[in-house]
């Protein structure tokens, strides 16, 4: 049995539970389909996960490592030099914390009661004290990487949104503005040799935390509804839990059917 897939999580996780919070994660879940959202935070079965990349998870630790020693120095990281940014990454005591998962910033929403929390890759923090989220990102694509600009790009957008949005409500004040810190690993060397050679861009983006609020009253409604909502028409989990069920449905009509034939 596969160590990574757990469909029955214990119910202490679940909504209603002790240890349930609302993560930036689930968040985008109940954007991308309601009724996968309903089936894992209320009934508790989640989706199958897809493995880990560890190759993103180490470029993600090594920036990490890399952004604090200026952030111990309060001095600019390069990249910040090479793009005119005027800012220096945030000391702060809760850094650690905010950039742990199944930690990181977390708020109680007073209009739902429940807990909102996400895990920030980094913040940056202006002259006058306003603070820029910052988020790391690794591929392996063909050409330069200097926009956002694909249809599934939403999400990783979305997630800019919520701990823009996360920080306002700690108190901070924090700028519309963040940056995605892109790593993009060349196929153009002549060999492999150990290593990748990555070219590390810094793409602006303008958030919008606008339609956080509602959606966050959405979820509650959801949650406590005791009807499975709707799915989305374009989820293919949904489509194949639909088509599965349907196929298990026909053969066992047609054991039985035959099975009678027999007798």
């Known amino acids: 049995m596969s160590g990574f897939y757990k469909p029955n999580r214990n119910p202490n996780w679940n909504y209603g539970g002790g240890r349930w919070r609302l993560s930036r994660s689930k968040i985008d879940l109940f954007t991308n389909c309601p009724k996968c959202f309903y089936v894992d935070n209320k009934l508790g079965t989640a989706r199958p996960p897809g493995f880990p990349f560890n190759i993103n998870s180490a470029v993600d630790t090594l920036f990490k490592k890399e952004f604090d020693v ?27 914390e905010w950039r742990e998962n199944f930690k990181g910033i977390a708020i109680e929403h007073k209009p ?37 600009d694909q249809d599934w790009h939403i999400g990783y957008k979305r997630q800019m949104e ?64 005791p009807r499975v909502p709707k799915a989305n028409g374009d989820c293919d989990y949904c489509r194949y839990r639909e088509a599965a069920g349907k196929s298990l449905l026909k053969n066992k009509e047609e054991r039985v059917a035959e099975k009678k034939t027999l007798f």
């Open 112 to 148: 739902t009661g429940v807990t909102v929390c996400g895990a920030v890759d980094d913040i940056w923090v202006d002259k006058e004290g306003v603070l820029y989220v910052v988020d790391y990102k690794a591929t392996s694509k063909d050409g330069k990487i200097d926009a956002l």
């Open 162 to 225: 919520i701990y823009q949005w996360l920080l306002r409500q700690k108190g901070f004040e924090v700028s519309d503005k963040g940056y995605f810190v892109y790593a993009n690993a060349s196929t153009d060397e002549d060999s492999f040799g150990d290593r990748l050679v990555f070219e590390t861009t810094l793409i602006e983006y303008t958030g919008d935390a606008s339609w956080i609020e509602q959606t966050l009253l959405n979820i509650k409604t959801c949650l406590d509804d």
């Open 70 to 96: 200026h952030r111990k120095a309060k001095t600019p990281h390069p990249i910040m030099t090479q793009y005119g940014v005027d800012l220096v990454p945030f000391a702060h005591d809760s850094m650690d």
